[in-house]
Structures are given as C-alpha cells and as structure tokens.
C-alpha cells in the first residue's frame, strides 16, 4: 500500500519545471522550454534575505507571487506581485508590492538535433512608458537555448541564455551570461536537481511534481541560503 | 406476399416509432428541454436545449452518448439544431458513421472532421418549427447565486481594500427570446466604502430577434448594471461563420436605482449611448481580436481594444482603452464556479451563477465603462460556435491513452 501511495506521488506527465520567479525554468533562471498550451500557474516563492532586491535594498527577505499562462503554445505571459516580508504596508513605510509582467515567446520548438530556443522579457513596462525608469527591479530581456539529452536511464538538460540591456531596464534580473542544467533520472520522471548560474549567482536546487500538478522546489541560493517554492499548474480545459 | 411486405413495413416503422419517442424520453429525463425527434425522409432530426449542463459541449457530447446507445434506425445522417431561449442557435450534421464510432469507443480525429456544424440555421428552422416540442423551457424560474468583488489595491492605510457581494438572481424565459431578470446584491465583506446596506440591483426585461443570416437582435428594458435605467437596443451580425463579427448598439438611460426599500432613486438627466464593434476570431485557438468604438458611461468617447482567449466555458483577456478621459490597461478572467451540472430544470430550481468576472486594471483610471443590460442571446453565443463545440466534442469522445 505504501508503495502504491509513492508510486502516485511520483507519477506525472508534467516534467518541464517552474522557476522561482514565476515563468517556465530551473531554480532562479528561465529555460526555453514552454508549459503545454493552456497551462495556468499559481504560485509562490521565497527568496532569502540578502539576495532579495528591492530599489537597491537588501534588508529583507521577499515572496514573487505570480500567475502565469501559457496563451498560445508558443506564447507564455507571467503577472506577478513581488513582497518584501518583514515590511507592512503603512503611511509609514510607503511600501506596496512590486508588480511586473513577463512575456515569453519560443522561436524554435526542440527537434532532435536542434534545441528549443525562446526570447523573453520581464518587468520591461518601463520601456513602454507604463512606468517610471527607476520602478524597475527584476529587469530581464534574454534570448535562451535549452536542449534534452538522454544517457542511459538519466536526462541531462543543459539551458544557457543571455540577457542583454537591449531594453535600456534600470535593474536587472539576468544581464549577460547564464545557464545550467538539470538532471533527472528514468525511475523518478518527476523529481529533477539543478545547478545554475545566473549571471550573478550559483544555485542548486531540487524539484519535485506531485499528481502531476503541485510543484515544490528547495535549493541554496548561491549555495548559501534556503530558498524555496510552490506552485499549482494545470490545463485550463 | 403484399400482405407480408405491408405488415414488414409497419413493423419497421413502429419500432422506428417507439425508438424515436424513447429518445426523446430519455432527453427529457436527462434535464434537456425544447426536445424534438422525428423523422422525414429517411433522416433522423434531433432538436434539443440545454440548461442542464454550465457547458454546451457537456451537454452535446451527452446527446451524441445517448443518440448513438440509442436503437434507432437512422438514415446515412442525423441533424442536430441546438436552441436557446427557444430560438434555434447551431446546426449539427452528424454521419451514422460517427454514432457508430462513439457507440463502440472508436472514435478518431477522423470523425470529428466529418462532422459538419454551421450557425446558419434558417433552412432548418422551418422544418423543425413544425413540431411541437417536449418540455418546454419557458415559465421555469431559475434562482442562481453569484459573487461579485470590488476591490482598490495600493493604499496606505490597508493595501487591499475589497468588497465582496452575493448577487442571488431570478432568470425566467417568457417567450421566444424574451427574459426576465431580477438580481438582488448584498454586501458580505466591506471594507471599500460605507455602504453596507443590501439592495435590488438589477431588472431587465429582454427580447431577442434572430434574424435570417446570422442576424441577431437584442432589445431590452429596465434597471442595468451600474445603477442606469432605460433601454438598449443591440445588431449583431456573424459573418463567416463565428470568423467577424460587427454589432451597433444603441442605448438611452439616466442614474437610477431601486433603493432598500424597493424605492426608485434618480436624476433626470437622460444619457444616450453608441458604439460599434467589429471582432475578428482566430478559430484555431479560440482567440477573439475586438475592437468597439463609441461613447462611454463618463460621457467619454474613444475606444476599447482586447484580446481575448477562450477555454470552453473560461476566458482569459488582455485590454487597452483610450479615450477622451485618458487611457487604461490591464487584463481579465472569466472563471466558472465549481459546478458543471446543475439540478434538472423545473418550475424551480436553484444553482449557481454561470461565472464569476475580475478586471485588474495594471494602468490608467476607470474610464471607458460600459455597463450590463442583462442577458441576452448573443452573450452566450460563444459557447455554442461550432469550432468551440467541435473542439469539446474531440476532447471528450477520443479515447484517452
């Protein structure tokens, strides 16, 4: 019986990960792999404190909330408020969560010799005027590559990507170089570790999926401090 | 031997008989109303509505079960109409071939393409106008309970502010189009303004004209949303299938509401409203590109741009409006409460709203608003666009891996 419960805890068909700022990815950077079309995510995360940014503070730990959809199969929008824990709302403080949007579009759908590959951009209203220059804190515009390799039981899935200042973002997220990998095994489909840089810091973390929808995910966050996640996914119909 | 072959024949035609008025037994038992079956050359018509299941496609692919279980001797193919409010809203033309699939658990991606559904139903209208239908769906009264949220995100002194209403409503079809509609609105949580007390919120009487290609006329009267009374008249006309759409509305009404005492509130000033809309729909994915153009409940002239994205009975959208007051932006859902299928229809019966609605605007004021003026034909003609309830029927017929 116990082995029947564990074998439906382990049992999914979701295996594309969720990252910890709210868009399709490994632990902290984004991937080029997309959600099945229709995919809707909610969720949240915590990031610790001393890494968690906020127009240039880093008194405090934070929590991205996001939701995000997958609107076309090759088209991904992320919404997200981003709270500084520890900080009330008050006339005191004049804090309000932070929020931004994320838009992702895949070019290249991964065949077998070719890797998947998907521009993306977050947190770039500013750039359209929607909001002031310096209300940006998780700035991003990267161009990103992810490819699958099998090896015996194993699944290898190196990403690497750049995010370049095209946007002219006044922080930034992801700016120049990143990338990792992501490595799972035949026996446990839906439980992966990773190991990435992005482009500031080096995280590892561990990924698991149960009944194919809560995604939980735990790592060091440049391989100093707990940081975490939790999300719900599902296909809207 | 004439005898034999006399007597073969009115065999046949008697089973075919008795397998015909099961069926449409059998709907009726199911909760479907408007239910018509009969047979004219050699061909099987099945005429039904459905206020049974919150989706169409639920409820068509419940018909297909049911028809292909059923022993009727049918012809090469069956016709569908579906109906709503008692007007006939879409057109299935269903091959034997496929009640036979669906019948042994065989059913392909194959089958799905051959069926053939249209939203041009006039040629039908008349042959199935000649029958007298079971269960009609007229003087039931429906009391359906939904919630509505108002809320003001970003202040100081409490970041979310939030006002949550329950809106029990009473719906009831009078007629061939016609509606009547009275929702009460009462306050749970408040912390938005001072106006805790409850109230009559809305009540429409409604009318809608289907005309011949795809024309749709809605007409109706009384309290709307958003505290305006008057009257409002809407064109809509499909082309190409659910490929454009192009509306004209007009409406004239004035600040008005029924107070808790049930009591009329209002302000002379009468306010006439115009705007048109044209819609473009990328079938392949259910993706609606709309643009409306005209006057605003401010007064305000300008424009409303969205993008939409249907799931079945679900939407997702993305909005810009600009007008002379100024601009706004944001996105939207429309979620459905957690209940597929609701209690058969009688003279009463209880069930949750169809949907719950929220707005977030992420810039911009609350300009270009429009409001409500009750339920209407057109406003629920998404769910029955063949390409959605082929889609429905493809998902839930194919058999799963």
């Known amino acids: ?237 | 031997m004439v005898k034999r072959f006399i007597g073969l024949l009115f065999f046949l035609c008697t089973t075919s008989f008795v397998a015909q008025d099961d069926f449409a037994k059998k709907l009726v038992s199911l909760g479907y109303e408007n239910v018509r079956v009969f047979t004219k050359s050699n061909e099987l018509y099945v005429g039904y509505e459905n206020n049974r299941y919150r989706f169409e496609g639920d409820a068509l692919v419940e018909v297909l079960k049911t028809l292909s279980n059923a022993k009727i001797p049918v012809g090469k193919q069956t016709h569908l109409l579906i109906y709503n409010t008692g007007l006939p809203v879409v057109y299935f033309n269903i091959p034997s071939k496929v009640l036979s699939s669906i019948n042994n658990g065989s059913y392909s991606e194959e089958d799905t393409k051959s069926i053939y559904a249209s939203l041009n139903v006039d040629k039908l209208e008349s042959i199935y106008g000649a029958y007298t239908p079971f269960n009609n769906s007229f003087y039931k009264f429906d009391f359906q309970l939904g919630f509505h949220l108002d809320y003001q995100l970003g202040n100081f002194d409490n970041g979310v502010k939030e006002k949550l209403y329950a809106r029990p409503n009473m719906q009831t079809v009078l007629g061939h189009g016609t509606q009547l509609n009275v929702s009460y609105q009462m306050v749970i949580i408040n912390d938005l303004n001072n106006q805790f007390y409850s109230r009559p919120y809305m009540a429409v009487l409604s009318q809608d004209f289907k005309l011949p290609y795809n024309g749709f006329i809605n007409a109706s009267l009384g309290y709307f949303q958003f505290n305006r009374f008057g009257y409002n008249i809407r064109f809509d006309k499909l082309l190409q299938e659910e490929t454009f759409h192009v509306s004209i509305n007009y409406g004239m009404s004035r600040y008005s509401y029924l107070d808790k005492e049930v009591i009329p509130i209002y302000n002379s000033n009468q306010q006439s409203f115009y705007n048109a809309t044209i819609n473009y729909r990328w079938k392949k994915h259910d993706i609606d590109f709309r643009l409306n153009y005209g006057t605003f409940m401010q007064n305000d002239l300008g424009y409303h741009f969205s993008i939409s994205r249907q799931f079945e009975e679900k939407f997702v959208h993305l909005f810009y409006k600009k007008t002379n007051l100024g601009d706004v932006g944001g996105f939207g859902f429309i979620a459905t409460l957690p209940q597929k299928k609701y209690l058969k229809p009688k003279k009463i019966r209880a069930r949750l709203a169809d949907n719950f609605k929220l707005n977030y605007n992420y810039f911009g004021n609350s300009i270009a608003r429009s409001y409500e003026t009750g339920p209407s034909l057109f406003s629920d003609m998404k769910e029955y666009y063949p390409s959605v309830l082929k889609k429905a029927i493809q998902k839930r017929l194919v058999p799963k891996n």
């Open chain 1, 1 to 237: 019986m116990k082995r029947f419960v564990f074998l439906i805890l382990l049992y999914g068909f979701f295996t594309k990960a969720q990252s910890i700022t709210g868009t399709q990815g490994q632990f902290f950077i984004p991937t080029a792999e997309m959600h099945p079309d229709r995919t809707l995510v909610l969720g949240a995360s915590y990031i610790p404190e001393g890494y968690f940014q906020r127009y240039d503070q880093k008194g405090n730990p934070g929590m991205p909330t996001f939701v995000t959809v997958t609107v076309l199969p090759s088209v991904e929008i992320m919404f997200r408020y981003t709270h500084e824990l520890n900080l009330p709302v008050n006339f005191e403080t004049k804090y309000f969560p932070d929020r931004m949007f994320a838009f992702r579009i895949r070019l290249l759908k991964e065949t077998k010799w070719t890797p998947t590959i998907t521009a993306g951009a977050q947190d770039f209203t500013s750039f359209i005027g929607l909001s002031c220059e310096t209300c940006v804190n998780y700035g991003g515009a990267y161009l990103v590559l992810t490819k699958s390799f099998n090896w015996n039981q194993f699944k290898f899935k190196p990403t690497v990507g750049y995010g370049s200042d095209v946007l002219s973002l006044y922080r930034y997220d992801f700016l120049g170089l990143f990338g990792g990998a992501e490595f799972s095994h035949q026996s446990l489909p839906n439980t992966s570790i990773s190991l990435e840089y992005d482009s500031k810091n080096i995280h590892v973390g561990l990924s698991h999926t149960f009944f194919n929808r809560l995604v939980l995910k735990a790592g060091m966050w440049d391989l100093n401090k707990p940081a975490a996640m939790i999300a719900y996914k599902y296909q809207i119909w």
